[in-house]
């Protein structure tokens, strides 16, 4: 199930009644405040007429690692570190001996405050998110797993919108959240596009379920040094900023059978190659500047079973420089957007292309199963990038799902899964990550 119909099957009544009382309603006001708002769970604030919600889930999550242990939060991120096995000359890397592991957390629960009012220029909606799985700048030390309130908070969303405008923070333009298999791995497969991104976006509904939109998101460059192979950085900072943001573009069609997605991205790749950038070579010209045009494209769809729950969901998607936009589990050094020789003060966009596949299958009302996997492919080039350093480099990930949930009553999900995740270089070197999880997530 895709976040957006996760986030639509939030129960919020119970926490917004209270929150009603704290703002000044009267018991049995209360108590019927929930439907007082313009959409589901929601009150309307007295004196204004704005609606009001909270909402959100607690999650447990246990996991056994069969073999190398994976990371305690934020999911198994689709093969991207993998420790690799021994092979062909080279040693096993770090971590890979560590396996058989347990390990539990509650870090993916979250909250999230709504409020909606109507306007003459349409309605206002506000939305804020956060949850405490990888805080970005934050570094949970050795001592997580025996003093857990050291897991921090950081923000997922905030954005709010106007009509067909929004502004803020949230899943990317170029994401097609309705093509994304439920999991219970916070991590998933690899799907396109970022997680979520300061962003500015209008949507156009021209009708017929045929709808388009175009977004202008905040833009980063991963780079790899092409004399190392190794992750050098990105190009945001006080040496390299990217000149213009990235440019995303998207028509949806949409029916009752399913619906059909085409998105695009383009990008500019900045290269500033100073002094300091953090290469490991200095630059035969120092304070020259390379640019890299960098493009994404992506195919996705769902379909509807007929006489059934259940429904199937494929991604393809592809480009040159994408890497960014490859997957929401990618980090700096797993997919890369552009190799950089700072000797030669040259540059050059990585291509790559991956697909996804899933398909939820309901054994009843309350109890379904999810079966999904993706694979990516990097079609680096052996001709720019150093011979040593080119066996360094990744060459694809995998990564498969398989689950079993239980719904009790709408509030609450419980289930298993199985996890496969695997990644391998260009020397051939490979290593997989087996996962079984369980977990509990009771929505408010």
């Given at each position: 199930?895709?976040?957006?119909?996760?986030?639509?099957?939030?129960?919020?009544?119970?926490?917004?009644?209270?929150?009603?009382?704290?703002?000044?309603?009267?018991?049995?006001?209360?108590?019927?405040?929930?439907?007082g708002?313009?959409?589901?769970?929601?009150?309307?604030?007295?004196?204004?007429?704005?609606?009001?919600?909270?909402?959100?889930?607690?999650?447990?999550?246990y996991?056994?690692?069969?073999?190398?242990?994976?990371?305690?939060?934020?999911g198994l991120?689709?093969?991207?570190?993998?420790?690799?096995?021994?092979?062909?000359?080279?040693?096993?890397?770090?971590?890979?001996?560590?396996?058989?592991?347990?390990?539990?957390?509650?870090?993916?629960?979250?909250?999230?405050?709504?409020?909606?009012?109507?306007?003459?220029?349409?309605?206002v909606?506000?939305?804020?998110?956060?949850?405490?799985?990888?805080?970005?700048?934050?570094?949970?030390?050795?001592?997580?797993?025996?003093?857990?309130?050291?897991?921090?908070?950081?923000?997922?969303?905030?954005?709010?919108?106007?009509?067909?405008?929004?502004?803020?923070?949230?899943?990317?333009?170029?994401?097609?959240l309705?093509?994304?298999?439920d999991?219970?791995?916070?991590?998933?497969?690899?799907?396109?596009?970022?997680?979520?991104?300061?962003?500015?976006?209008?949507?156009?509904?021209?009708?017929?379920?045929?709808?388009?939109?175009?977004?202008?998101?905040?833009?980063?460059?991963?780079?790899v040094?092409?004399?190392?192979?190794?992750?050098?950085?990105?190009?945001?900072?006080?040496?390299?900023?990217?000149?213009?943001?990235?440019?995303v573009?998207?028509?949806t069609?949409?029916?009752?059978?399913?619906?059909?997605?085409?998105?695009?991205?383009?990008?500019?790749?900045?290269?500033?190659?100073?002094?300091?950038?953090?290469?490991?070579?200095?630059?035969?010209?120092?304070?020259?500047?390379?640019?890299?045009?960098?493009?994404?494209?992506?195919?996705?769809?769902?379909?509807?079973?007929p006489g059934?729950?259940?429904?199937?969901?494929?991604?393809?998607?592809?480009?040159?420089?994408?890497?960014?936009?490859?997957?929401t589990?990618?980090?700096?050094?797993?997919c890369?957007?552009?190799?950089?020789?700072?000797?030669?003060?040259?540059?050059?966009?990585?291509?790559?292309?991956?697909?996804?596949?899933?398909y939820?299958?309901?054994?009843?009302?309350?109890?379904?199963?999810?079966?999904?996997?993706?694979?990516?492919?990097?079609?680096n080039?052996?001709?720019?990038?150093?011979?040593?350093?080119?066996?360094?480099?990744?060459?694809?990930?995998?990564?498969?799902?398989?689950?079993?949930?239980?719904?009790?009553?709408?509030?609450?999900?419980?289930?298993?899964e199985?996890?496969?995740?695997?990644?391998?270089?260009?020397?051939?070197?490979?290593?997989?990550?087996?996962?079984?999880?369980?977990?509990?997530?009771?929505?408010?």
């Open positions: 199930m895709s976040l957006e119909k996760q986030l639509r099957r939030i129960a919020t009544g119970g926490l917004t009644a209270t929150v009603a009382l704290l703002v000044g309603l009267s018991p049995s006001a209360a108590q019927t405040a929930p439907g708002g313009s959409y589901p769970g929601s009150f309307l604030i007295p004196g204004t007429n704005t609606s009001f919600s909270v909402g959100g889930y607690v999650k447990l999550d996991f056994y690692d069969f073999t190398s242990a994976g990371p305690t939060v934020g991120l689709g093969g991207v570190g993998n420790p690799l096995d021994a092979a062909n000359g080279h040693a096993a890397t770090a971590g890979h001996s560590v396996h058989g592991v347990s390990s539990l957390t509650a870090s993916e629960s979250r909250f999230n405050i709504q409020t909606r009012t109507p306007t003459a220029y349409g309605e909606k506000t939305f804020i998110e956060g949850d405490f799985t990888n805080p970005n700048g934050l570094n949970n030390s050795a001592t997580f797993t025996t003093e857990s309130n050291s897991s921090g908070f950081r923000l997922r969303q905030a954005y709010g919108t106007l009509g067909p405008f929004l502004a803020g923070q949230t899943f990317s333009t170029f994401r097609d309705n093509a994304e298999p999991t219970l791995d916070f991590g998933g497969d690899n799907f396109p596009g970022p997680n979520r991104v300061p962003q500015i976006r209008y949507t156009y509904d021209a009708g017929s379920g045929l709808s388009f939109a175009g977004g202008i998101e905040n833009a980063t460059t991963n780079f040094d092409a004399t190392t192979g190794t992750a050098a950085g990105n190009f945001n900072g006080s040496v390299n900023g990217s000149k213009i943001p990235d440019f573009v998207t028509g069609y949409t029916q009752p059978w399913g619906h059909v997605s085409l998105r695009s991205a383009f990008r500019d790749l900045y290269d500033h190659q100073g002094g300091t950038t953090g290469l490991g070579t200095t630059p035969s010209s120092p304070n020259t500047s390379t640019a890299e045009f960098g493009y994404a494209l992506a195919l996705s769809g769902s379909v509807n079973i059934m729950k259940d429904y199937a969901l494929a991604q393809v998607f592809g480009g040159d420089g994408i890497g960014r936009y490859l997957s589990n990618c980090s700096q050094s797993g890369p957007d552009l190799y950089v020789n700072n000797a030669t003060n040259t540059a050059e966009a990585i291509s790559a292309w991956g697909v996804m596949g899933g939820e299958h309901f054994w009843a009302d309350n109890l379904r199963s999810n079966i999904s996997g993706s694979y990516i492919e990097f079609q080039d052996g001709g720019f990038v150093n011979a040593v350093a080119f066996t360094s480099l990744n060459k694809h990930y995998i990564t498969g799902h398989v689950n079993l949930v239980w719904s009790p009553i709408p509030s609450v999900d419980t289930g298993v199985f996890i496969y995740t695997e990644r391998e270089v260009e020397d051939g070197q490979t290593g997989n990550q087996m996962r079984f999880q369980y977990s509990a997530k009771w929505k408010f």
